[in-house]
């Protein structure tokens, strides 16, 4: 949290040159968006040739787009706070017994693959979190997203549920 603080872009004449600069090399000397004279201007800070219509009518009066733009909290999860919830979920389960860690296993070896590595098969013990890259936790995390825990932990749902 403290780099985000440290690194802050903030939306300011100095970025807006850069914008326009390359937009100049793109539409007015026929660079190519992915040219190096246009990369050398924008990858440093990550940024594309695009205005942003925010920033163009309310910047003269010092909004600032970067303080608009929420982060995902998904997103800056490290490995070791997937790794934390994972085990975490799969102790719940094992309080519910040896079953319902079976059947967390089994749906996890359903899950079909997906994009070029970016959903691999899942091996049979995905509860016993053993031999896993942080590529796997990672795509164990976005599966979990995505799994019907109603059936998992209906026990406990009352308790999350009601008031």
């Not at 040159?17 to 990369?39: D, L, M, T, Y």
């Not at 590595?117 to 942080?134: D, E, P, T």
């Not at 995505?146 to 009352?158: E, Q």
């Amino acid at each position: 949290m403290a780099n985000r603080e440290r690194l802050q872009r903030i939306y300011n004449e100095q970025l807006l040159n850069k914008i326009e600069k390359a937009r100049e090399f793109i539409f007015e000397k026929g660079h190519g968006p992915e040219s190096k004279a246009v990369k050398d201007l924008l990858d440093h800070g990550s940024l594309t040739p695009c205005r942003n219509a925010f920033s163009t009518v309310l910047g003269p009066h010092g909004f600032d787009v970067f303080k608009m733009i929420v982060p995902e909290k998904l997103h800056e999860w490290d490995v070791g706070r997937v790794k934390d919830f994972l085990s975490h979920l799969v102790r719940i389960l094992h309080c519910r017994g040896k079953k319902q860690v079976n059947l967390f296993d089994r749906r996890f070896r359903w899950v079909p693959t997906f994009g070029r590595g970016v959903i691999r098969i899942f091996h049979n013990n995905v509860s016993g979190m053993k031999k896993l890259a942080g590529r796997d936790y990672t795509a164990i995390l976005e599966v979990c997203i995505h799994l019907n825990y109603d059936s998992l932990l209906t026990r406990f749902s009352v308790l999350t549920t009601s008031r």
